[in-house]
C-alpha cells in the first residue's frame, strides 16, 4: 500500500508542477504597450496579478513607434515573476547624396543606390557601408536618436541635416 500512495503523490506533484500558476508582472517603458503571451493577448501595460503557468512561454511586447521586443521566458515554480522592459523608439530618417555611382548598405540588410531614401529605425547605432564598383570605399557608425537626415560626401564623415 505504501508503493501505491508513493505512485499518486508523484503524480499530483508532476501534474501540480506542470499546471503551476506563477504571478505575473509586465511593466514597460514607456506604458500601454500592447503584451502577448504565447500568441494571445493579456492586455497593456503595466500588468499586475495576472497568472502564468510554470514552462517555456513567449512574450512579443509591441507600441505603435517603437521596435517590437520578442522575449522567451521559461518560468520556473516560484511565488512570482517580474518583468521590466525599456521599449526603443524608431524613427524616421533620410539619407542623401549628391555622389554618383555610390551603393549603401546599412547594418547589411538595407541597400540602395537612390540618391534620396526614407527609412524607420531603432534608436541605437548603425553601420553604414558605402560600396563603388564592387569595392567597399567607405564604413562609418551612425547614430539615430531623433528624426533626422544624413547627408553623404565621398572622404568626408557624414553629416546631419
Same mark, same amino acid.
Given at each position: 500500500?505504501?508503493?501505491?500512495?508513493?505512485?499518486?503523490?508523484?503524480?499530483?506533484? @508532476?501534474?501540480?508542477?506542470?499546471?503551476?500558476?506563477? /504571478?505575473?508582472?509586465?511593466?514597460? +517603458?514607456? /506604458?500601454?504597450?500592447?503584451? $502577448?503571451?504565447?500568441?494571445?493577448?493579456?492586455?497593456?501595460?503595466?500588468? !499586475?496579478?495576472?497568472?502564468?503557468?510554470?514552462?517555456?512561454?513567449?512574450?512579443?511586447?509591441?507600441?505603435?513607434?517603437?521596435?517590437?521586443? +520578442?522575449?522567451?521566458?521559461? @518560468?520556473?515554480?516560484?511565488?512570482?515573476? !517580474?518583468?521590466?522592459?525599456?521599449?526603443?523608439?524608431?524613427?524616421?530618417?533620410?539619407?542623401?547624396?549628391?555622389?554618383?555611382?555610390?551603393?549603401?548598405? $546599412?547594418?547589411?540588410?538595407?541597400?540602395?543606390?537612390?540618391?534620396?531614401?526614407?527609412?524607420?529605425?531603432?534608436?541605437?547605432? !548603425?553601420?553604414?557601408?558605402?560600396?563603388?564598383?564592387?569595392?567597399?570605399?567607405?564604413?562609418?557608425?551612425?547614430?539615430?536618436?531623433?528624426?533626422?537626415?544624413?547627408?553623404?560626401?565621398?572622404?568626408?564623415?557624414?553629416?546631419?541635416?
Amino acid at each position: 500500500m505504501k508503493h501505491h500512495c508513493k505512485k499518486i503523490f508523484f503524480v499530483y506533484f @508532476v501534474l501540480c508542477g506542470l499546471f503551476a500558476q506563477v /504571478k505575473l508582472t509586465v511593466n514597460t +517603458i514607456p /506604458k500601454r504597450a500592447e503584451i $502577448l503571451l504565447d500568441g494571445k493577448s493579456i492586455g497593456k501595460t503595466p500588468i !499586475h496579478k495576472a497568472m502564468i503557468t510554470t514552462g517555456e512561454h513567449k512574450f512579443e511586447i509591441n507600441k505603435s513607434g517603437f521596435a517590437p521586443l +520578442i522575449y522567451d521566458l521559461i @518560468v520556473n515554480p516560484s511565488e512570482a515573476v !517580474h518583468l521590466d522592459f525599456f521599449l526603443n523608439p524608431i524613427y524616421k530618417v533620410k539619407f542623401k547624396t549628391d555622389e554618383k555611382g555610390l551603393i549603401f548598405e $546599412l547594418n547589411g540588410e538595407h541597400r540602395w543606390d537612390d540618391d534620396l531614401i526614407r527609412l524607420k529605425l531603432e534608436a541605437g547605432d !548603425h553601420m553604414l557601408r558605402v560600396f563603388k564598383l564592387g569595392n567597399i570605399i567607405d564604413e562609418q557608425t551612425i547614430l539615430v536618436d531623433e528624426p533626422k537626415t544624413f547627408r553623404y560626401f565621398l572622404k568626408k564623415p557624414i553629416s546631419e541635416e
